[in-house]
């Protein structure tokens, strides 16, 4: 079969770039190459007029002469600038290296094709290093669609570039004298009217047109969904199958009674629909898994707590892990305050709880005695054996990965509901793709009377303005949050930008009482100077990142973040989500340099306009794709789409879940004749892919 066919034997390949194309795109056999997927199409049939072309268009071609040469600049700015007009206007073509080569080689008033892509510079239009080409010489017709690459650097210097793959593919397209075989089954393509496998690859590289390409795009893309949602649901069924999940039949005195006297505030429309899908998930003989999507600040606990005492009702267990002891330290006090009185042994289990209250804790876990347990990791080890657990609840899951998940399973005869809550609000569509077997819930609204948290951008060199600012919120009581960027690459010198922050505050406010919190102090002294805040006794807190999640201080009000060019949207929202938790009017203020990229502007204008977490979620999977999202890294669910986009292809998604949950309610095992192509390609590729396996 040629598509096994090593690529040293495709001609223009040959060993030293077989090792090459090996070593840095993982591609050893002709169908590898295949796969390797252009990332962009140049049309090159047309020809634009040149008061067309503006500053943001990708790549162009335009038609003219040269009229004059120039040059500019001095030293590393000198550049080589060609007027070329069409008639209907000027362009500039600019080279900044090869100047006397492009001089000797063009000449003026020839009528050239212009190839590049344009930008604007000081109001002019102008094309960096173009390619041109002698219009006599240009068939535009043979021209068409052409595919571009990715390659790397070594690749470039060996001259492997853009070109050359292009080159091999068009060696490698004549061999295929046999049509390749068809990855999908015959049903689905004729339901989803698909371009077969054959044409897609081809189009791929070489597009007839326009329409092949969105076909041969559209089916490739279809494909991969399809896959990663078939692996996924597999595995869910598979799990279904085998464990029946606890039946909470009724609804008892637990939850009513807290409903009736304890609940503290009305509960919002979200919050009673996100409650009814649990008690529906529940009681319905199925092992709930279920994803509890809030913004920070939407009142997930309460959801959570609610969420436990149904457990108890049924005569269960429940408990709630945490990813820091602060913070299991708060959903302790939280949870005893707001049950006070209704008779529930609670208790708390961190790795600081050692000794004779440690053993009394797992004993009266184990006799039953006690009916939730917060605390944190320390609560899946060994050891830590539970009377009958029912429901686990697990806060900030981006903290927490499938294999802990698993861990949690084994508390128990039969594995317990697990309700998973986050913050990070992760976008539907990636959502689908990295928990396809947890149902989602999402709290898409604030509880009554919380003012938006005005948010606002400074420059660095405004530092009297802004401390004047904070002297002010501190005047009226508030604490201050200040934060540094703590980026692991670079630790030491975030480390000393920190230090020198702290000081710098403190110069700044010596009146005042400033704690300070870093990832390398030690456990201890980090939740001393954290309590300090929290009880109010300092009034500003500078600190990295570990802040970020969760921790609770409702009188802190202002947020105020440095370099914050160094942060991503997610980490920023994360951040301000801190604050504006008490009554007060809350800021958060970012402060980054002058010079800012366009990703960064970008970042910073969308934090300044929207509060919305869901919107912030899905600005940061365009401009960032999903592969650096916060929390994918962590959850063990790195994946690789080769062609499909997250952040631009939900519809697909949406419809390859739909065809993969067909068949896997159709054929539960795997037997029915017509599918057996499917199974045997989902074998393979979990096979061949660790990532894929790891999904569970
Ligand atoms: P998060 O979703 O970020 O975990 P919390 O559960 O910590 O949010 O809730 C934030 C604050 O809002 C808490 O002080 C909580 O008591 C309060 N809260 C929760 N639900 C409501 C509600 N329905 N009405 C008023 N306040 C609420
Ligand atoms: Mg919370």
Redesign the pocket.
Known sequence: MIEQLDVKYISGVGPQRATLLAKELNIHSVFDLLYYFPYKYVDRSKIYAINEVTGDMPYIQVRGQITTFETAGEGRGKRLIAHFTDGTGFIDLIWFQGIKYVVSRYKVHQEYIVFGKPSVFNGRVNIAHPDLDPASEVQLSNLGMQPYYNTTEKMKRSFLNSHAIEKMMQNVMPLLKEPLPETLTPEIIAQQHLMPLNDALRNIHFPQNNDALRQAQLRLKFEELFYVQLNILRYASDRRRKFRGYVFHHVGAFFNTFYRDYLP????NA?KRVLREIRADMGSGKQMNRLLQ?D???????VALMSMLLALDNGYQACLMAPTEILANQHYETLCHQMDGLGVRVELLTGSIKGKKREEILSGLQSGDVRILIGTHALIEDGVNFAHLGLAVIDEQHRFGVAQRARLWAKSTQPPHVLVMT?TPIPRTLAMTLYGDLDVSVIDEL??GRKPIATLHQFDNRRQQLNAFIRKQVNEGRQIYIVYPLIKESEKIDLKNLVEGYSQVCDDFPDLTVCQVHGQMKPALKDEQMQRFVRGEAQIMVATTVIEV?V?VPNASVMVIQNAERFGLSQLHQLRGRVG?GADQSYCILVTGFKLAEDTRKRIEIMVRTNDGFEIAEADLKLRGPGDLEGTQQSGMAFDLKIADLARDGQILQLAREVAERVVEEDPTCELPKNELLWQQLKKLRKNNINWSAIS
């Open positions: 505030f009305e509960l919002t919050q809030g920070v600040g939407s009142g997930k606990t309460m913050a509880p009554p969760g609770n938790r």
